[in-house]
């Protein structure tokens, strides 16, 4: 068999629509199509996919295709891990692509580097058509090629939980994914798994792996929802914190309150589908992981919006933000750092009711403050719903009439607009 410098193994199930994209972006690679091998895997395709692979590998002699009953994504994977031959593996979904420079980029790099780190990564980029819609965070941190460390502080944002990456072929040794029902975290864990062992992670800034969001049939469109993972996750996680003993490294405090941000952001992380007892467990197991993730892992996030901040600040057992007031102003000052402050309380409707809007309703008590109207006193609703994901359910409403609006804090006055 020939010496290929690397393997591209192409899960593909009912992707028709998009697997002829995917394939011609290996033809292109500018390292030589000869130089790569194609592993194919028909995970039980019921549509024209397994036609359009065998297409491809009966015109070329470096693509191989196995079909396969339907198992899954993991398993699928696996199945192409045992059948790659190439010095390098990279993994492509068979709906997204690989800019023209990737392979050789990467793989050239990866000589360079190759007994300091067992694995790659370059950049990711999501499309809508052709057009790029949303760069990686990430990027901030890796913004030249090179080796990061990931025991350093200023790398915890990192957060390699994507499978734009390049890792060594050590045959029978290869990491597996995880095959565990319902999981949904394979990508994010075998990154983990991968890195953990020397804690430096590679960067190539050249090529690009081409994330295709138009598809809206992908696991990542359907399956996400508190109903299907939350427990799964929830084992993952406190399973990965576990594994470290009493010290969490900070990229992995990373890892996991990324997860935490942006499941509450986008409706899927709250256990709404529980109630009583379950409700409060589920929600018990949420508060223990953010004990043990660092207050600068949550206030310097680089994707955190102001309310959630304080919401995950309000959640974390061991934060302790303080209020401070003045005839200056309303200020949050955590460990010795003033996190927020204003000189006007901002008023908002939702639901028909009027909203008093601040970071510092999550941490105040009722008795601490009062509203008027004039010489009203107006009265308010201190609900803080801890069922809601929406930062305004948790300030204070009230019934609001025409007028010029006052809020006294520990009996100090602040204007409302």
């Known amino acids: 068999m020939p010496e290929y410098k690397a393997t591209v193994i192409v899960p593909v199930y009912n992707v028709e ?26 995970d039980g395709s019921t549509d024209n996919s397994e036609a359009v692979c065998r ?23 696996n199945y192409g891990l045992a059948r790659s031959h190439g010095k390098y593996i990279f993994f492509l979904d068979s709906d997204d692509k690989l800019r023209a420079d990737t392979v050789k980029s990467v793989t050239d790099f990866f000589d360079t580097v190759y007994d300091e780190v067992d694995l790659v990564t370059y950049r ?37 939980t994507n499978i734009n990456i390049c890792i060594k072929n050590r045959g029978e040794d290869n990491l597996l994914f995880d095959t565990t029902p319902n999981f949904r975290h394979e990508d994010e864990k075998y990154c983990c798994d991968i890195l953990r062992e020397k804690m430096k992670i590679g960067f190539c800034s050249d090529g690009e792996y081409i994330y295709n969001r138009d598809n809206v049939d992908s696991i990542v469109s359907t399956k996400f929802s508190p109903e299907n993972i939350f427990d799964t996750s929830m084992t993952f996680y406190e399973k990965l914190f576990d594994s470290f003993g009493r010290f969490v490294p900070t990229y992995y405090q990373g890892i996991v309150f990324n997860d935490l941000r942006w499941k509450l952001k986008d409706g899927k992380l709250l256990p709404l589908h529980l109630s009583g007892e379950d409700w409060e467990k589920a929600n ?6 953010l ?21 995950w600040l309000l959640r974390r057992p061991n934060s302790h933000p303080t209020v401070v007031c003045t005839d200056k102003g309303i200020s949050i000052v955590s460990d010795g750092r003033k996190l927020y402050e204003t000189k006007k309380i901002r008023i908002a409707v939702k ?23 004039g010489e009203n006193e107006i009265p308010l609703d201190f609900k803080k719903d801890m069922r809601s994901d929406d930062p305004l359910d948790f300030m204070p409403s009230f019934e ?12 100090i006055g602040y204007p409302c607009i």
């Open 17 to 42: 629509r998009f697997l002829r994209g995917c394939l011609k972006s290996l033809t292109e690679q500018t390292i030589g199509f000869e130089n790569i091998e194609v592993v194919l895997v028909n």
């Open 55 to 77: 297409e491809f590998a009966d015109k070329y002699d470096n693509v191989f295709l196995y079909s396969k009953e339907n198992e899954g994504l993991s398993k699928t994977r």
């Open 124 to 160: 990711i980029i999501q499309y809508y058509g052709e057009k790029p819609v949303i760069v990686h965070y990430r990027y901030r941190t890796l913004t030249k090629t090179g080796v990061y460390d990931l025991t350093d502080p200023d790398n915890r944002f990192i957060t390699q």
């Open 284 to 289: 018990i197991r949420i508060d223990r992981l």
């Open 291 to 311: 004990a043990r993730i660092e207050e600068d892992t949550i206030v310097l996030h680089p994707s955190v919006s102001e309310n959630r901040l304080f919401y």
């Open 351 to 373: 639901d028909s009711k009027a909203r008093l809007v601040s970071p510092v309703f999550f941490f105040l008590k009722k008795d601490n403050v009062r509203l008027f109207n």
């Open 400 to 411: 609001a009439d025409e007028g010029i609006y006052t809020v006294k804090i520990n009996s």
